[in-house]
């Protein structure tokens, strides 16, 4: 063993892979029971079902859109960006 500790993953990090596998364990769980509904001939519709889709996603995008700013704002190294103390360009600020 070379002594090196493992790198624990933060809580953000869980909390960002939690909502990731519970929006993807709830997709496919309302997916099927929209596929149930279709294959035996249910004649309402299936309004409730897809809203709990886009909830959840609404959801996600908030909560992966938090974790990626607290990524960005760690990321620094004396006030800049890590990736600009290494010279690589970020497309995202260039006009």
């Not at 709830?26 to 309004?47: E, H, N, Q």
């Not at 897809?50 to 996603?57: F, H, M, N, V, Y």
């Not at 190294?77 to 990736?83: E, F, L, N, Q, S």
């Amino acid at each position: 063993m070379s002594g090196r500790r493992s790198k624990r993953p933060s809580t953000s990090h869980i909390i960002a892979i939690g909502v990731l596998m519970v929006d993807a364990a709830a997709t496919f769980a309302v997916l099927a029971l929209c596929a149930l509904a279709i294959l035996r001939d249910y004649a309402g519709a299936l309004p409730y079902l897809t809203t709990l889709i886009g909830a959840l996603q609404a959801v996600t995008g908030v909560v992966l859109g938090a974790y990626f700013n607290k990524s960005k704002a760690e990321n620094t190294k004396g006030g800049i960006v890590y990736d600009t103390a290494l010279g690589v360009s970020n497309s995202d600020t260039d006009l």
